[in-house]
């Protein structure tokens, strides 16, 4: 936690596509009040908006390309300076380079705050395949599903298979594309983050509530 405000917790959470990370982000928001800021989130609500950023965006979110640094680091930064920031944030997606990592340390530091620390949810890679191929949304409300560990919900007038689709990127091409682009240019924030004393790291292949208790420790550890 920053020496200087004792208020701010900036909180990172980092793994491959598919660890568990905006499930769990979405969980620990809501047991510890941090703000949660998805990247990707943003540029699905700017998709659905029409916007040019989200029509820009989508191009790359399409293939499994990571959207340009420029176009990502100043929608993030235009982001954490707004008021319900001030106390800290849990980031979902971001950053995925290392040139995003100093954008966010350097926009911190200016602030006088800096990242407290970045959960790695460590899963292996044929893990992840198995996770993503089966990786379906609800067209109406966009709940998550999954055809094998989490199937739809038959009952339900919104979320039965009808209406589950395949997001673009969770189709195999893009998958196997993501991954590259995971080992590529985000895995080295692990080197990044740990070099710095920042890293903190959960075994994402346990039970869901088992990781999100694991999560909670590591922030306990130091936010306390
Ligand atoms: P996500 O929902 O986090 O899996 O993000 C979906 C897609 O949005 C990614 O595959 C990228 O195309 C794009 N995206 C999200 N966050 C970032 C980021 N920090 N940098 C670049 N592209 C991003």
Redesign the pocket.
């Known amino acids: 936690m920053s020496q200087t405000d004792a208020a701010a917790l900036y909180v990172i959470l980092l793994g491959p ?1 598919g660890a568990g ?2 499930t769990q982000a979405v969980q620990t928001a809501a047991a510890t009040g941090l703000l949660h800021l ?7 609500e700017h998709l659905r908006n029409g916007t040019d950023l989200g029509n820009l ?1 989508k191009t ?2 399409d ?7 420029d ?2 680091i100043s929608m ?1 930064l235009e982001r954490i300076a707004r008021s319900d920031a001030q106390a800290g944030c849990l980031f ?6 290392v040139e ?1 990592a100093q954008a966010l340390d350097d926009a911190l530091s200016a602030q006088d705050d800096e990242i407290a620390v970045t959960v790695l949810i460590d899963v292996s890679n044929d893990e992840i395949t198995r996770r993503l191929g089966g990786r379906v949304s609800c067209a109406d409300c966009g709940s998550v599903f999954h055809n094998i560990f989490n199937p739809p919900d038959e009952s339900s007038p919104c979320c039965d298979n009808v209406n589950m689709i395949q ?1 673009d ?1 969770d189709k195999p091409e ?1 998958i196997a594309n ?1 991954l590259q ?1 995971y080992a590529d240019q985000t895995e080295p924030l692990v080197a990044y983050y740990s070099n710095a004393g920042k890293l903190s790291t959960v075994n994402g292949e346990q039970p869901p509530a088992a990781v999100g208790d694991d999560l909670l420790e590591a922030l306990q550890a130091v936010s306390s």
């Open positions: 596509p990370k905006g998805s990247t990707g989130d943003m540029f699905r965006a790359y979110m293939r499994g390309e990571l959207v340009p640094d176009v990502t993030l979902d997606g971001f950053p995925r380079t995003q997001r990127d893009a993501r682009v």
